[in-house]
C-alpha cells in the first residue's frame, strides 16, 4: 500500500488508516467514510486532465476498498460512486469533480436515512414489554431497539461485551444515554441469560443472496441459542449490506486479525507453541433469522435475492442462466 500513498491526500489516507485500525468502525460508518474520502480525493486534486482524474479516482477507489475485506458496503459504497461517474462520461475535470462529490453525499445522506427508517420499521416488530439481547455494536441494531424505547415498547436490553474488542461497551453507553436498563454480560454467557429474552435484534455487515447474514464473531452462537430457546431474531441492515458478488456463488472473506487483539505480545513471545486465531465475523445462516430489517422493509432472510434483483437490476432469468452457467462449468471440471 505505500506505492499508493504517497499519491493520495493525507485526508484520504487517514480515512483508510481509520478503517483498517477500525478507529472508524460497524459496516454502515464505513460505507459512509468510504463515500467521504472518494469525495474528499476528487475535492483535493489539482489538474485539467481528465483521463489522469478518472485514473487518479479509480485508484483512491481500490485503495479506500481494500481497508476491510469482510463488510460489503465498503465496496458498495464506492461502486454506488464510481458507476455513477463512469455512467455520466464527464466531459472535464470540473464536471467529474462534481459527480464524484454529488454522488457520495448522495450516498451518505441516503445512509443516514437508511438507519432511521430501519429503526422505525423495526420497533414495529417489537412488542411491549420485550426484553431484547444485542451483539457488538451495530448502528442499525441500535435504532431499532432505541425506536422501540421511545415508543414504551422494551425497556430492558441485554448486550454482549464482544470480545476482543468490547464493543458491546459502545451499545451499553448509547442505549443507557436512551434510558435504558443495560445489563452488560459476558459473551459465554448467552445461552444463560437467553431465557430472560424475547427478541434478538443484531446487525450486519454482509448479507448473502441466500439470505445467511456475516456479523461479529458470535453472532452465529447467538442465534443458535435463540432458535433452541424459540427467540425471534432479527438483523437489522440497509440494503447495501447485500452483497451482489454472492449471486454468483461469490463467498464473503471472513477478516481475521492480530492475534495482539486476543493475548499481548510478551505472552506469545513466553509461550512460543501456542498459536493464536482471531476470525472477527462469522455466518448464521437463513434458517436462524426470522427476518432481516431494511429501509425497503421486512423481509424474510430467504427473500434477499430480491432486494439483489431490485438494486442491481437483475432479472430472475439472468440469475438463473448465471446459475446454470456456473453449474455447467463445474460439471466440466468434474469430466
Ligand atoms: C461491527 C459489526 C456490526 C455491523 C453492523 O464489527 O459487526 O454489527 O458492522 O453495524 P466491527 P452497523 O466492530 O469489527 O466493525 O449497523 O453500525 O452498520
Same mark, same amino acid.
Given at each position: 500500500m505505500g506505492v499508493y500513498r504517497a499519491k493520495f491526500p493525507s485526508e484520504v489516507t487517514r480515512i483508510r488508516e481509520d478503517i483498517r485500525v477500525m478507529r472508524i468502525r460497524g459496516a454502515g460508518k464505513i460505507a459512509r467514510a468510504g463515500a467521504e474520502a472518494l469525495a474528499i480525493a476528487a475535492e483535493l486534486y489539482r489538474g485539467d486532465d481528465l483521463a489522469g482524474f478518472l485514473k487518479y479516482i479509480e485508484d483512491v477507489a481500490d485503495y479506500v476498498r481494500s481497508a476491510r475485506p469482510t463488510a460489503v458496503s465498503l465496496p458498495n459504497a464506492i461502486s454506488y460512486v464510481i458507476t455513477r461517474l463512469r455512467r455520466a462520461k464527464p466531459l472535464s475535470v470540473s464536471e467529474a469533480r462534481?459527480? #464524484? *462529490?454529488?454522488? /457520495?453525499? !448522495?450516498?451518505?445522506?441516503?445512509?443516514?436515512?437508511?438507519? %432511521?427508517?430501519?429503526?422505525e420499521l423495526g420497533a414495529k416488530r417489537i412488542e411491549n414489554g420485550d426484553v431484547v439481547m444485542t451483539h457488538c455494536h451495530s448502528t442499525a441494531a441500535v435504532s431499532v431497539i432505541a425506536t422501540a424505547h421511545r415508543m414504551g415498547k422494551v425497556n430492558t436490553v441485554y448486550v454482549k461485551e464482544t470480545r476482543p474488542r468490547m464493543q458491546g461497551l459502545i451499545t451499553a453507553k448509547a442505549l443507557a444515554d436512551e434510558g435504558l436498563d443495560v445489563i452488560l454480560i459476558p459473551d459465554s454467557s448467552t445461552r444463560y441469560f437467553m431465557k430472560k429474552?424475547?427478541? #434478538? *435484534?443484531?446487525? /450486519?455487515? !454482509?448479507?448473502?443472496?441466500?439470505?445467511?447474514?456475516?456479523? %461479529?464473531?458470535?453472532?452465529?452462537?447467538?442465534?443458535?441459542?435463540?432458535?433452541?430457546?424459540r427467540v425471534r431474531v432479527y438483523v437489522a441492515a440497509e440494503t447495501y449490506k447485500f452483497s451482489p458478488m454472492t449471486v454468483v456463488g461469490e463467498l464473503v472473506p471472513i477478516e481475521v486479525r492480530e492475534p495482539a487483539e486476543i493475548v499481548s505480545e510478551e505472552w506469545l513471545r513466553k509461550n512460543p507453541r501456542v498459536e493464536v486465531f482471531n476470525p472477527v465475523f462469522d455466518v448464521t445462516p437463513p434458517e436462524y433469522i426470522d427476518a432481516i430489517i431494511t429501509e425497503k422493509g421486512v423481509i424474510p432472510p430467504?427473500? /434477499?435475492?430480491?432486494?439483489?434483483?431490485?438494486?442491481?437490476?437483475?432479472?430472475?432469468?439472468?440469475?438463473?442462466?448465471?446459475?446454470e452457467e456456473t453449474e455447467l462449468k463445474e460439471e466440466e471440471l468434474r469430466e
Open positions: 462534481e459527480l #464524484v *462529490v454529488k454522488a /457520495a453525499r !448522495t450516498f451518505i445522506s441516503y445512509s443516514l436515512r437508511a438507519v %432511521k427508517v430501519i429503526g429474552v424475547n427478541k #434478538v *435484534v443484531v446487525g /450486519a455487515d !454482509t448479507v448473502a443472496a441466500n439470505g445467511a447474514v456475516v456479523n %461479529k464473531i458470535g453472532t452465529s452462537l447467538v442465534a443458535l441459542a435463540a432458535k433452541e430457546a430467504q427473500a /434477499a435475492i430480491l432486494i439483489l434483483m431490485e438494486e442491481y437490476g437483475l432479472s430472475i432469468k439472468e440469475i438463473v442462466g448465471v446459475a
